[in-house]
């Protein structure tokens, strides 16, 4: 998107713009229902937590509050100078004189016009940059509600893992029931049942760690929310968006046109080109315009004589500084166009790693969900039942009963992977967040 404007729109555009951006509603916050809302007061979805971070984070409110703040200068540049009131008077005078001879009170108003446009220029140079606060704010927004929703699929996963971890346990406990049995038939030594059972403790000290990692992200997760740290949170059960937002051509398009660093070096562009439009105005003078009212004691009027003036500067004598401002102004304008092209490349680059990132970890998803999961939970299944049958041993079977944990638990890391790169690929693109897939889902039956 090209910033081109125009003195009449360029401050309203600004306005409603923002306001759409900053609240949500120009992507669709204003879709989240409270029907999707879970039960329990420390239960979230992913869409709560999303609205309470956008309504409650510290970092994302001083990020507006330094947004509106830019936006107030815009109409303080487009104001004219203010006008100015003198008046004199003469208190006594040592010369013997006629009475009228000279005025003895005086009073002028003088008003700078600025006919050289300097005003509108220093207007479009305070938009432009309330123009990159405002990308900077979304830039804050998007970063904070990325790690709100990558805490909520860390915490997602965590869970999941304790639940793999327990159901180890129980896999685990069957083996050593097992082979207690077998001990107590004299068919096993003593030695099994103590390797089994010391597999099943380092089950066990394995979800204290986990556990200390749910506490962790919990923690996290309130602080972006602005809760108490220490307030329990539950999450309740989502889909995920397990999809690309748009196809990659169009992502392509997206990015040049809605990454909040490309918007501010556009912003950048458009305040540099302003700066040099004004150093070229600087030589034209703009006239000071003045109407003065004099008054002699001795006349019986109330005011005895008016005039007025027109004073302007002279630029022209001193060439050598506006001829070097306007010089520093086309360089910095190159500069800033120079940082837009660079911003360009680099969110293209980034767009092309996160696409492969996102299409290795979809790979790596479906091996496992296809192939790799279903093969190892058979041939647990498989030696376990040999094993009761004296046609394993116990190591063939603990064996695999480690190799499918580590897989469930390399699954479950990937999938939660998967859905952090989808969000950390809106962030990038610059797409305010989207409704989760259970989100949608409640919608469309509150449609029906």
């Known amino acids: 998107m090209n910033y081109n404007f125009s003195v009449g729109q360029s401050f309203v555009f600004l306005i409603s713009f923002a306001e759409l951006c900053l609240t949500g509603h120009l992507f669709g916050r204003d879709t989240w229902s409270s029907a999707n809302s879970p039960p329990g007061r420390d239960t979230f979805s992913l869409n709560q937590i999303i609205a309470a971070v956008l309504a409650n984070n510290p970092a994302i409110q001083a990020a507006r509050a330094k947004w ?25 005078r040592f010369v013997s004189i006629p009475a009228n ?11 700078m016009i600025p006919v050289s446009g300097k005003n509108r220029s220093k207007e479009r140079i305070a938009t432009a940059e309330a123009l ?3 990308e900077e704010a979304r830039r804050h927004s998007l970063d904070i509600i990325a790690k709100a929703k990558s805490g909520y699929y860390l915490l997602k996963n965590l869970n999941a893992l304790l639940d793999l971890n327990k159901a180890d346990e129980a896999s685990l406990v069957q083996s050593a029931d097992a082979t207690r049995a077998r001990f107590e038939a004299g068919k096993q030594g003593q030695a099994s049942v103590l390797l089994t059972e010391t597999e099943r403790q380092k089950v066990v000290e394995a979800r204290r760690d986990l556990e200390q990692q749910l506490s962790d992200a919990q923690s996290n997760l309130n602080v972006l929310m602005n809760r108490d740290p220490f307030s329990p949170i539950h999450i309740a059960p989502d889909d995920g968006m397990e999809s690309l937002p ?9 990015i040049l046109t809605n990454r909040p660093e490309v918007r501010e070096a556009q912003a950048r562009l458009t305040a540099a080109n302003a700066k040099l439009e004004l150093a070229k105005r600087e030589w034209i003078p703009d006239p000071t315009v003045s109407l003065e009212a004099e008054r002699y004691n001795g006349g019986s009027q109330t005011v005895s004589q008016v005039g007025g003036g027109v004073s302007i500067s002279l630029p022209w004598f001193n060439g050598r500084k506006y001829r070097a401002e306007e010089a520093e102004a086309r360089s910095e304008a ?3 166009q120079s940082e837009l092209t660079n911003a360009q490349t680099q969110a293209s680059g980034l767009l092309r790693n996160q ?4 299409e290795a970890l979809h790979h790596h998803i479906e091996l496992y969900r296809g192939n790799l999961l279903p093969a190892a939970r058979q041939t647990v299944a498989s030696y376990l039942a040999d094993y009761q049958a004296d046609k394993a041993d116990l190591q063939t079977l603990l064996s695999s009963q480690r190799n499918l944990f580590e897989l469930e638990t390399m699954y479950a890391r990937d999938t939660a992977e998967f859905d952090t790169a989808l969000v950390e690929l809106d ?13 949608k889902h409640h919608q469309e039956q509150q449609t029906k």
């Open 68 to 92: 509106t703040a830019a936006r107030e200068r815009v109409p303080q540049a487009a104001a004219w100078d203010d006008p100015k009131l003198t008046g004199g008077t003469i208190f006594a």
């Open 101 to 111: 001879s000279f005025t003895d009170q005086t009073m002028s108003v003088e008003q």
């Open 132 to 134: 990159v606060a405002l």
């Open 246 to 254: 748009a196809p990659a051509e169009k992502l392509r398009e997206l």
């Open 334 to 336: 190159f500069a800033a």
């Open 355 to 358: 696409l492969e990132k996102i």
């Open 427 to 439: 962030a990038l693109v610059g797409l305010e967040q989207r409704p989760s897939a259970t989100g």
